[in-house]
């Protein structure tokens, strides 16, 4: 009876898990996201915060990202991910940078599973609170790997 408890609690382990692995889900408590659908978030850009406005989602199966972004002044912009590995030893990986830039689009494709993270500072510092318009989309990428 016990063994027949363990090997079932063990499959609902396993099923979590893999239905877990498939999920995209964002940072800062917001729902997960649809695959394929557009999401649009409008990022404040404090004009007295020394730090850098970043948006990230956690993604960890392979997918294709498209995304785009327009912001009232320039931006420092990189896009990076803070890959999931085996140590937990602390990673980051670029994937586009620019030190001055208002508008851009691109697309990757997320092989690593990980932390996929937007970041942008001002390029001079601001007398008033900016707004950054991103949106992006996430495709499955089936056989990409």
């Known amino acids: 009876m016990l063994q027949r408890c363990n090997k079932l609690l063990q499959l609902s382990i396993y ?6 692995s ?5 940072h800062e408590g917001e729902k997960f996201i649809a695959s394929s659908q557009w999401q649009h ?5 404090q004009w007295d915060d020394n730090w850098p406005t970043e948006h990230c ?8 990202m498209t995304y785009s972004f327009e912001s ?18 602390y990673q980051t990986d ?18 690593k599973p990980g932390t996929y993270c937007f970041q942008f500072s001002p390029v001079k510092r601001h007398t008033k ?17």
């Open 15 to 20: 099923l979590a898990i893999y239905s877990f």
């Open 22 to 26: 498939l999920l995209v889900f964002a």
């Open 57 to 64: 989602i956690d993604i960890l199966d392979v997918n294709t």
């Open 94 to 111: 670029y994937f586009s940078k620019s030190d001055s830039i208002a508008k851009n689009t691109g697309e990757i494709i997320t092989n």
């Open 129 to 145: 609170n900016s707004v950054i318009k991103l949106k992006y989309r996430l495709t499955p990428a089936i056989n990409r790997r």
């Open 72 to 89: 009232e002044v320039s931006m420092k912009f990189d896009f990076h991910v803070h890959p999931n590995n085996e140590n937990n030893e």
């Open 41 to 45: 978030k409008n990022l404040t850009v």
